[in-house]
């Protein structure tokens, strides 16, 4: 391969890369990787991520944002920290996010949850940064939050995306934002080799690991790190029968696009 790529989406800031953090940026330069881009999630994140990033300047990429399961009582005081950070400078972050909605575990703050995304999404026409979406178990609400912003909304990704067609369709009507696409995609039993070819054009696809989580085949089991993303890049390139070159060229621009780096 000639072209490197891009991770989209890696929590380099856990505590899972406490002892090796410099090692899997080594491991992901290697593997072809010319960016990482680093979500935040929480009020510890506020300053591990940028302070990360800043140790790996024009490899890795901050992100400012609340998560959905991270959303507790104090979330109201996160948030204001998170939007001051980001208006101090916002040349200093790539993306809002990672935020969006999870109904998965429970609906204890349903309706915080749904008030913090709709602040977030605010932020990403107020700053033009695009979104980083996290959705899982809530896509009827999400898109009700989304839809009145759609024509104001810089953009964003559609983050883990593990759907069927009918809902990479829905997502699909927001023209400016693709869906992200991690190591799922290698999963024996995933249906995503079928319905992605079959709805969505690799045009509105990025690459992402969500490391260290959710590792593809054959590291399936193991931490997932953002060197695995070739994985997903090698299966892409297969199910679109295009080169991993172009699977590459075309992905990076997509991330050029939406992100504008």
């Known amino acids: 391969m000639r072209n490197t790529f891009i991770d989209t989406h890696a929590h380099l800031d856990g505590e899972e890369f406490k002892e090796d953090v410099a090692l899997v940026v080594e491991n992901a330069k290697a593997a072809g990787l010319g960016k990482v881009f680093v979500p935040a999630i929480d009020a510890a994140s506020i300053?591990?991520?940028?302070?990360?990033?800043?140790?790996f300047p024009d490899f890795l990429y901050p992100m400012m944002g609340l998560q959905p399961e991270e959303v507790k009582e104090d979330y109201r005081e996160v948030l204001e920290r998170m939007h001051q950070l980001l208006m101090a400078d916002t040349s200093k972050f790539v993306a809002v996010g990672e935020c969006g909605l999870d109904f998965y575990w429970s609906r204890d703050f349903e309706k915080e949850q749904l008030v913090a995304f709709e602040e977030q999404v605010k932020?990403?026409?107020?700053?033009?940064?695009?979104?980083?979406?996290?959705c899982r178990k809530a896509q009827n609400e999400l898109l009700n939050i989304l839809k009145p912003y759609q024509k104001e909304l810089p953009g964003g990704v559609f983050h883990c995306f593990t759907g069927n067609q009918k809902e990479a369709e829905r997502y699909l009507e927001f023209d400016n934002f693709v869906l992200g696409v991690g190591g799922v995609l290698t999963?024996?039993?995933?249906?995503?080799?079928?319905?992605?070819?079959?709805v969505v054009p690799l045009?509105?696809?990025?690459?992402?690991?969500?490391?260290?989580?959710?590792?593809?085949?054959?590291?399936?089991g193991k931490r997932n790190e953002p060197a695995y993303v070739y994985e997903v890049l090698k299966r892409l390139a297969e199910i679109y029968n295009k080169?991993?070159?172009?699977?590459?060229?075309?992905?990076?621009?997509?991330?050029n696009r939406v992100f504008g780096i």
């Open 203 to 220: 045009e509105r696809i990025v690459l992402e690991t969500d490391s260290p989580y959710m590792a593809p085949v054959p590291n399936r």
């Open 123 to 134: 932020w990403s026409i107020e700053t033009r940064l695009p979104l980083m979406i996290h």
């Open 47 to 55: 300053e591990t991520v940028p302070a990360l990033c800043s140790k």
């Open 243 to 255: 080169t991993e070159d172009e699977v590459a060229e075309i992905t990076n621009a997509n991330v």
């Open 187 to 198: 999963f024996k039993s995933s249906h995503l080799r079928e319905d992605l070819p079959a």
